[in-house]
Structure formats: structure tokens, C-alpha cells
Nanobody, 125 residues
Framework: QVQLVESGGGSVQAGGSLRLSCVAS????????MGWFRQAPGKEREGVAA???????NYADSVKGRFTISKDNARNTLYLQMNSLKPEDTAMYYC???????????????????WGRGTQVTVSS
């Protein structure tokens, strides 16, 4: 079993920044694909950003140029740097881990084996 624990959420004004962190523990392979999803009340869950086994990244069009996903393998930690935040970014953000050699497109992992419990991001006007 792998445990994923997110942190770094909070409430900010539009235009502000936050950095989310996700620490993986348990039987975790640093080559696993990882990513961030988000879900706003009444809306479907959407992929935000993903990093694959080869280190390549991809993003949802709505966050491209504003968000950056990165990983520190030595610390088993995934990050999401969020800049120029907009009210429509308000959502619960979830860390996810998938298998080695996963596929990902438009910020969404094709296969997820483990989920974090989420961290809330609220962006006010």
C-alpha cells in the first residue's frame, strides 16, 4: 500500500500563489507516474498536471503557463506550484500515483492506483 499526503492548500486572493506538496510513503517506486487532479463542488473531477516515468510533464489547457508540476525523488515528494490563481481554480486538489510507464494527456493520468485525501484551495475575487 502507498500513502499520499497533500499539504499546502489555503485561501488566497486572485492573482496569488500557492505551492502544494504531496509526500508518498509505503511501497512506492520513484518511477511511478504522479499527478494532480481537482474537483470543485458540483463539477466533475479533472486532471490538472502529470509527470510520467521519464520525467516528462503535461498540463490541462486551463492551467498551462500558470502551474508547474515537479518531483523530488530523494524526498518522495511531488509539488504543484500554482501562480496567477483565478477564482475558477477553487477546488479540492488531490495527489495521485499511477504505475510505471503510465500514459498521460492534458494533465490527466490514464491509470491511478493511489489517491491522497485532498487539500482545499480557495481563490477569492
Amino acid at each position: 500500500q502507498v500513502q499520499l499526503v497533500e499539504s499546502g492548500g489555503g485561501s488566497v486572493q486572485a492573482g496569488g500563489s500557492l505551492r502544494l506538496s504531496c509526500v508518498a510513503s509505503g511501497y512506492f517506486d520513484n518511477r511511478d507516474c504522479m499527478g494532480w487532479f481537482r474537483q470543485a463542488p458540483g463539477k466533475e473531477r479533472e486532471g490538472v498536471a502529470a509527470i510520467k516515468s521519464d520525467g516528462s510533464t503535461n498540463y490541462a489547457d486551463s492551467v498551462k503557463g500558470r502551474f508547474t508540476i515537479s518531483k523530488d525523488n530523494a524526498r518522495n515528494t511531488l509539488y504543484l506550484q500554482m501562480n496567477s490563481l483565478k477564482p475558477e481554480d477553487t477546488a479540492m486538489y488531490y495527489c495521485a500515483a499511477g504505475p510505471v510507464g503510465c500514459s498521460a494527456a492534458a494533465g490527466r493520468l490514464s491509470s491511478v492506483h493511489y489517491w491522497g485525501r485532498g487539500t482545499q484551495v480557495t481563490v477569492s475575487s
